[in-house]
């Protein structure tokens, strides 16, 4: 199995501040890489695919990056709604595997 | 876009099978387009993919729980199933369904809370 880790594991952070989250997988996953942001007794949401393919309706202050290994998921600006938990996920092999999550609160 | 949503019992007893349908509203389920996948999560923990199928009926398990998981369509319902056998309390989680382009969930149900009892 590509095992995923992803850093910080949390970060507190203000509105309007510039947040990175880190993702690596075990093994290259080329770009199929996704993320996803979950709030609190919900489910997951998808905000990028491909590396860095915004999905429908997601806000253009997300971005993505990446390939290979190493990944990141870039807030430009925090807004009230990002805070959540964010998780990455390899789309290139199965099983399919998510990080183990980084929460984003203040 | 389309919508999902779990049904099935909240609590199973341990060794038991645990088994969730997926209803699928707001497009077919046997468009080729997608895939039909369920994610699980105990609580306060990450997310674990479970299995897919396929509107021709192919199927991916993870091999962690492959020798227990049986996925399934009905697209004369419009939905897909879930059975996990000889379950125990490492199975308590929130399952979900979700709809995948090949392997990114797009669209995911609310989730179910399901809990193993002994």
């Known amino acids: 199995d590509i095992q995923m880790t992803q850093s910080p594991s949390s970060v507190s952070a203000s509105v309007g501040d510039r947040v990175t989250i880190t993702c690596r997988a075990s093994q290259g996953v080329h770009s199929w890489l996704a993320w996803y942001q979950q709030k609190p007794g919900k489910a997951p949401e998808l905000l990028i695919y491909?590396?860095?393919i915004l999905h429908s309706g997601v806000p253009s202050r997300f971005s993505g990056s990446g390939s290979g290994t190493d990944f990141t998921l870039t807030i430009s600006s925090l807004q009230p709604e990002d805070f959540a938990t964010y998780y990455c996920?390899?789309?290139?092999?199965?099983?399919?595997?998510f990080g183990p999550g980084t929460k984003v609160d203040i | 876009q389309v919508q999902l949503r779990e049904s099935g019992p909240r609590l199973v007893k341990s060794s038991e099978t645990l088994s969730l349908t997926c209803t699928v509203s707001g497009g077919s389920i046997s468009s080729s387009h997608y895939y039909w996948s369920w994610i699980r999560q105990p609580t306060g923990k990450g997310l674990e993919w479970i299995g897919r199928?396929?509107?021709?009926?192919?199927?991916n398990y993870n091999p962690s729980l492959k020798s227990r998981v049986t996925i399934s369509v009905d697209t004369s319902k419009n939905h897909f199933s879930l059975r996990l056998s000889s379950v125990t309390a490492a199975d308590t989680a929130v399952y979900y369904c979700?709809?995948?382009?090949?392997?990114?969930?797009?669209?995911w149900g609310p989730g179910i809370l399901v809990t193993v009892s002994s």
């Open positions: 996920q390899q789309t290139n092999t199965f099983p399919l595997t």
């Open positions: 199928i396929g509107a021709r009926g192919s199927t």
């Open positions: 491909s590396t860095s």
């Open positions: 979700a709809s995948a382009e090949a392997s990114v969930m797009e669209d």
